[in-house]
Nanobody, 114 residues
Framework: QVQLVESGGGLVQAGGSLRLSCVAS?????MGWYRQAPGKQRELVAD???????NYADSVKGRFTISVDNAKNTVFLQMNSLKPEDTGVYFCNAVSRVNGINYWGKGTLVTVSS
């Protein structure tokens, strides 16, 4: 079983930056970040493979950067030029190399004030 521990959320003004981190226990194939705004469905923000192939939602391209430290089983999300619409709970997601199951972190709140 994989456990994910997120950190780095908080309150920031529009235009500011935050960096999220997620540490995974166990062997991982794919890691990513999703977010859920109030009243909306959870959506993919970005994901990354062990070989660092990345995928971004159109809404964050050019502002967010996802990276991974395979040795530490840690994925990072650098968020720059934050907008109020980036507000939400950000969830770390990982796919186990052992059983292919998706695992989720508990989430970390990001609030961007205007």
């Amino acid at each position: 079983q994989v456990q994910l521990v997120e950190s780095g959320g908080g309150l920031v003004q529009a235009g500011g930056s935050l960096r999220l981190s997620c540490v995974a226990s166990g062997s991982i194939n794919l890691m990513g970040w999703y977010r859920q705004a109030p009243g909306k469905q959870r959506e993919l923000v970005a994901d990354i493979t062990r070989s660092s192939i990345t995928n971004y939602a159109d809404s964050v391209k050019g502002r967010f950067t996802i990276s991974v430290d395979n040795a530490k089983n840690t994925v990072f999300l650098q968020m720059n030029s934050l907008k109020p619409e980036d507000t939400g709970v950000y969830f770390c997601n990982a796919v186990s190399r052992v059983n292919g199951i998706n695992y989720w972190g508990k989430g970390t709140l990001v609030t961007v004030s205007s």
